[in-house]
């Protein structure tokens, strides 16, 4: 029994190691199309990437991905997101998300595990210039995507579901 929760230790942590390498591959490639976002980096109070994103759909919709957390720059933890949605939609894609915390109480509520996404925020192409923080910000929180491959048609309602594992 030892053995087996030992190995699987070991695991989760090759697993996380490969998640926050692929964030840092993650910001290195959004701050390539879009070097304005080094603002959104250095102002966030926290900030959450979504190196690889999986979603796939035929009427209903699924993604998922695991991402690693960091506040004010320092990585804190772990979150790993799910998304269900209904509506007219085809395909699969693959993205990098990247979510950004503005105020105390956005990023209590991601840590508490209190947040979810739903039709009322939108994401942000990576590659448009958003106008200004203030405007791109909806609740204390903007998201950026910069997609990665794939090919999708949709116009869907739903929202993303988010746990959040700190490594005290």
Do not use: C
């Not at 990437?49 to 506040?71: D, L, Q, R, T």
């Amino acid at each position: 029994m030892m053995l087996f929760f030992s190995i699987s230790l070991f695991a989760q942590n090759a697993d996380d190691k490969k998640v926050i390498a692929d964030a840092e591959k993650a910001k290195a490639a959004f701050l390539d199309a879009n070097p304005k976002l080094q603002g959104y980096f250095d102002d966030a109070k926290a900030y959450a990437i979504f190196p690889n994103v999986g979603k796939g759909a035929i009427i209903i919709g699924a993604a998922s991905g695991n991402g690693a957390v960091y506040e004010r720059g320092v990585l804190v933890g772990m979150a790993n997101m799910k998304q269900l949605d209904v509506g007219a939609q085809i395909g699969g894609k693959a993205y990098s998300e990247v979510i950004f915390f503005k105020t105390d109480k956005s990023v209590q509520e991601f840590m508490d595990d209190d947040f979810s996404f739903g039709s009322n925020l939108s994401a942000i192409a990576a590659d448009q210039s958003p106008p200004s923080f203030d405007i791109t910000y909806t609740d204390g929180v903007a998201v950026f995507t910069l997609p990665k491959e794939g090919l999708m048609a949709e116009v869907s309602v739903g929202g993303q579901k988010f746990d959040f594992e700190d490594f005290d």
